[in-house]
């Protein structure tokens, strides 16, 4: 059985920093693709950046030259870098991970959510 776990949310004042973590355990063989997503109240869950497994990244408009997405693919663990939060920011961020066994059979699975919250 595979899991996703993040960490790092908590609250913080605009301008400041945290850091993600999403941990990825259990039966894997291989990842290709993570990502960081988000979901505010009333709102759709959106895409805040992606990361291959050879490390080519992609970012939300919102977000560009503030985060930062990267991964340790020894560790099977990706991380969002968020510097300049704004109250915008606030929202539940999503772990999500294409993840394939022995049989190469692949599987995209989601963490449970941490969650961010940007004070003015």
């Known amino acids: 059985q595979v899991q996703l776990v993040e960490s790092g949310g908590g609250l913080v004042q605009s301008g400041g920093s945290l850091r993600l973590s999403c941990a990825a355990s259990?039966?894997?063989?291989?990842?290709?693709?993570m990502g960081w997503y988000r979901q505010a109240p009333g709102n759709q869950r959106e895409l805040v950046a992606g990361?291959?497994?050879?490390?080519?990244?992609n970012y939300a408009d919102s977000v560009k030259g503030r985060f930062t997405i990267s991964r340790d693919n020894a560790e099977n663990t990706a991380y969002l870098q968020m510097n300049s939060l704004k109250p915008e920011d606030t929202a539940v961020y999503y772990c999500?991970?294409?993840?394939?066994?022995?049989?190469?059979?692949?599987?995209?699975?989601w963490g449970r959510g941490t969650q961010v919250t940007v004070s003015s």
């Open positions: 259990g039966s894997i063989f291989s990842i290709n693709d």
């Open positions: 990361i291959t497994r050879g490390g080519s990244t």
């Open positions: 999500n991970a294409l993840i394939g066994d022995e049989h190469y059979y692949f599987i995209r699975y």
